[in-house]
RNA sequence: GGGCGAGUGGCGGAAUAUGGCAGACGCGCAGGAUUCAGGUUCCUGUCCAGGCAACUGGGUGGGGGUUCAAAUCCCCCCUCGCCCACCA
């Protein structure tokens, strides 16, 4: 008999796998397979893999092995992402260039990859920060300039004035850089955005499409575009005859407006404090607001505001208020002013208690009369319009609508649909991305650079040190350039990507690896996607997922590709935790899978974190990793199974008929539990099975059949323990991974006798034991000659009794 | 503040989609066999209380409701987690 040793089998197979070219996808046209692209959210390269890697990517592999099984070409591609600010980091620490640090963390991971047997397409690996792969994010770039959707303006920035750099929000810790612990300070730069905006409804609307994704992503997405609608109003400010807007989503609230706020921001601000004569109290509150950095600004006092000394003019009724400067209102949202309704909106409320201002009741809730001076809070939620002129007793959430209606009809404002979602802002002063491919002229502005040019290269001769321009902008020649337009001298654009542009697309290209005339194919694409099964993390569900739908849209509008949603189904995996806390350096307290891989074998590996628990709950690894001098739990399982498959193929006997319908159960349950991501469950049936056999070879009888099932159920979860079995004891002369899934008999696997349950008033009294065919009659005649049964129900009259054959018989008594 | 999700043995979890035997499967623990010993492997037991047992009673965060029947459906509350948060 066969011992189970993982360090002697798992390395062989590995090999042999790599020497077959097991795993490509086959782009022959003549297979009829189905295709399946199975999508894995691809790695960033900051060290050796994480035990989350080894959870998403264990997944992911079991979907891919199971679809080739199943008869599916499956495409199961592998690539990093490359470029981004940590590796910038270690070459600022190191003193090495970041692409020295990044490749050598890729070579590593690529390595465990293999290791842990993940079924990957290694002839479509693609890294970000390769010249061949982002010559064609900047060819997209540029695409996405031609068509307005790429345009510059000015945005603040983190910056830190001792390393007189730009930071990323992440860099900036408790308001000071990460770094040097200075206190952050904003900036205004001009920077680059995409004008994800425009597809804001595409992106709202197309979401109905995306019904396997899971739900929280899915309204994660929607409140990130986060449409309101409602209705602008101008008001005029009495002093002076300006035009303000405002937007409001409670137009039936315009009669209980008794002041006016703008934003720090807005422009007419100083103009107007000049005009009230408050520009001496105003300023210092507009200054301290204006420079305070992006990241540092939170929420803050609701209260905080100065009076501007003017006031507006309400259209609706006449009505003359005052205006404020506050904090509390944003330039970014709306029209960067408001109209305050402290009856009817919680901030509004407060701040008008803290500044001594009128609270007036137009809302008021059905059947209640609310008296403005006992509030304690604003109402805002529905009720009967009051002291609002001609709409007195209208209801809303209709007079909403009426309103609005009537103020378009008046010409005193128009319904307004305003969106949250921001423009992209995708430049950073980084070295570490795809350079922006654009030349700044003085004559000619932004000229691209021409596609032949492409790739704009990163140069390998830079400083990385802290202090001044980014380092490109540093570097003593690389932004010298001749205009592509009038042949003068201009300058290259020093702002590399967000990575999240790199990873917006990678996807696309995996379709067409090596392709040199364009990113990808478009019958390449059309042919693959959209991908049938991405799975990745719950921390991707809003900027990866809307900027990947964004950009697979804007390419449909340029009719690159033939479809407008890239993910049909998405899968999250829960977090791989420790003690209670996420796994971090600085905590210390972070596993790594390879050395349990060293250890026990990539088997026991995988099939520890998918028997932990759902998939997409989050695991706690202090709570199921196994004493480090004791064999696991699954090892020992897969011990067993190697046994009990030796054994079986000694016996010349067939299975008996318990285990054949035992066999043809898990079929059945296991492939339901793959299809649904059940895969903790999927193995305890698989156990369950084991234990089956088990019990049959005991007892003397035969197992062959099970085990050629077990054997192939278990490729997807132990591809090395399976094929080591298929191929070495149950003597197949190919793969299992290229072997079909087991199918099963459905009449077989119905159970031929099942447990009635009895039943007395609710309590379980008794179980027997019947043929599944059993009618009601036979159910209740069965029941109510069980003597335990009887016993309960002693002298009591039988009122009823409830039978849901075969299993149940309830025998409800007059009690 | 808003949104979403989750609370089941000593532990991870199963049963929740479709109301019908709560605790599958595994870990741990206890006892036994093998072993010089540790580890390995195998067997038995393991929700709580009472009982030698048959069995009886209780039990899925708390309270209420619907139902012959609730871990599962409905309402209220508590706790925890995640996401978004001055969005007008």
């Known amino acids: 008999m066969r011992r189970y040793d993982p360090t002697e089998i798992e390395p062989k197979w590995v090999e042999r796998w790599e020497a077959e070219g097991l795993y490509g996808a086959a782009e022959d046209p003549a297979d009829e397979r189905p295709r399946f692209y199975m999508l894995d959210m691809f790695p960033y390269p900051s060290g050796d893999l994480h035990m989350g890697h080894l959870e998403a990517f264990s997944g992911g592999d079991v979907i891919a092995r199971y679809r080739w099984m199943r008869g599916d070409n499956v495409l199961h591609p592998i690539g990093w992402d490359s470029f981004g600010l940590p590796a910038e980091n270690a070459a600022i620490r190191r003193g090495t260039p970041p692409a020295d640090w990044t490749y050598a963390n890729v070579e590593q991971q ?64 408790a308001g000071a850089c990460e770094r040097c612990g200075t206190p952050v300070e904003r900036r205004d730069l001009t920077q680059w955005f995409f004008k994800i905006t425009d597809y804001a409804q595409r992106l709202l609307d197309d979401v109905d499409e995306l019904t396997d994704w899971p739900d929280r992503v899915v309204t994660m997405q929607r409140n990130w575009v986060g449409r309101s609608d409602g209705a602008t109003v101008t008001f005029r400010i009495d002093e002076t005859g300006d035009e303000v807007e405002i937007f409001t989503t409670r137009p039936d609230t315009l009669w209980g407006v008794t002041f006016f706020v703008f934003a720090v921001e807005h422009p007419l601000v100083q103009t107007l404090a000049e005009r ?91 059947g209640e009369e609310r008296d403005a001076d006992a509030m304690m809070e604003a109402h805002d939620h529905d009720g009967v319009m009051v002291n609002s002129g001609p709409f007195d007793g209208e209801r809303s959430p209709e007079s909403i609508a009426n309103v609005t209606a009537w103020l378009e009809a008046e010409g005193r404002g128009r319904s307004t649909v305003t969106y949250r979602l921001r423009d992209w802002l995708i430049s950073r002063q980084r070295y570490w991305g795809a350079p922006i491919p654009i030349a700044h002229c003085e004559r000619c502005g932004e000229v691209p650079v021409p596609d032949d040019d492409l790739p704009v290269p990163l140069p390998e001769d830079v400083d990385f040190q802290p202090g001044g321009e980014s380092p490109l902008a540093r570097h003593p020649t690389w932004k010298k350039v001749t205009c592509p337009s009038c042949g003068r001298d201009a300058e290259r654009d020093t702002d590399t990507m967000d990575t999240f542009v790199d990873s917006s697309w990678y996807y696309f290209r995996y379709c067409s690896p090596g392709y040199e005339d ?65 796994m971090s350096k600085s905590k210390g307290n972070i596993v790594e899978p390879m050395p349990l891989v060293a250890r026990w074998g990539a088997d026991t590996a995988r099939l520890m974190i998918l028997f932990a628990g759902p998939f997409e709950d989050d695991i706690d690894w202090q709570l199921i990793a196994p004493d480090p001098e004791k064999r696991p739990g699954v090892t020992s399982w897969l011990g067993r199974v190697f046994a009990a498959v030796g054994e079986a193929t000694e016996r010349e006997k067939p299975d008996p008929d318990g285990l054949v319908r035992m066999t043809h159960r898990t079929i059945r349950g296991v492939t339901e539990d793959l299809e649904r991501f059940r895969f ?13 056999m088990r019990s049959a070879l005991d007892a003397g009888e035969g197992a062959r059949a099970a085990a050629e099932a077990l054997t192939s159920m278990l490729a997807p979860f132990a591809p090395f323990a399976a094929e080591e079995l298929w191929r070495e004891v149950l003597l197949h002369g190919s793969s299992v991974h290229v072997s079909s899934w087991p199918s099963y008999d459905p009449s077989l696997a119905a159970e031929d006798t099942v447990t009635l349950v009895v039943q007395v008033d609710g309590k379980v009294r008794d179980r027997v034991e019947v043929e599944a065919s059993a009618s009601e009659e036979r159910c209740r005649e069965m029941a109510l000659a069980s003597d335990n049964a009887r016993r309960a129900i002693g002298d009591r009259e039988i009122r009823r009794v409830v039978v849901r054959p075969p299993r149940l018989v309830n025998v409800v008594t007059t009690s």
């Open 110 to 173: 690529a390595e465990s990859f293999r290791r842990l047997g993940f079924s990957f397409d290694w002839t479509r690996r693609l890294h970000t920060s390769d010249p061949e792969y982002y010559r064609w994010t900047q060819w997209l770039f540029l695409r996405l300039f031609e068509r307005g959707l790429a345009y510059r303006k000015k945005a603040p920035v983190n910056w830190c004035p001792n390393d007189a750099t730009v930071l990323a929000n992440e860099q900036v810790i």
């Open 276 to 366: 009230g004569g408050t520009w001496e109290r105003v300023r210092p509150l507009v200054e301290r607001i204006r420079s305070t950095a992006v990241a540092v600004r939170e929420v803050g006092e609701t209260t905080e505001g100065e009076p501007l000394g003017v006031h507006v003019v309400n259209p609706v009724n006449g009505e003359r208020v005052p205006c404020f400067v506050a904090p509390y209102v944003l330039m970014e949202y709306g029209t960067g002013a408001i109209m305050a309704v402290p009856a009817h909106d919680q901030r509004d409320f407060e701040f008008a208690r803290a500044h001594d201002l009128p609270i007036r009741v137009v809302i008021q809730p059905e």
């Open 518 to 582: 364009g990113p990808f194919r478009r019958e390449d694409v059309d042919r693959w996607m959209p991908v049938e099964q991405y799975v990745g993390g719950v921390e991707h569900a809003i900027l990866h997922l809307l900027y990947s739908r964004f950009f697979t849209k804007a390419l449909y509008d340029m009719g690159l590709v033939g479809f407008t949603e890239p993910f049909l189904r998405l899968m999250n995996q829960g977090q791989v935790i420790f003690g209670g806390a996420s």
């Open 680 to 692: 903790n469950t999927a193995i305890s049936k698989l156990m369950v099975l084991t234990n089956e």
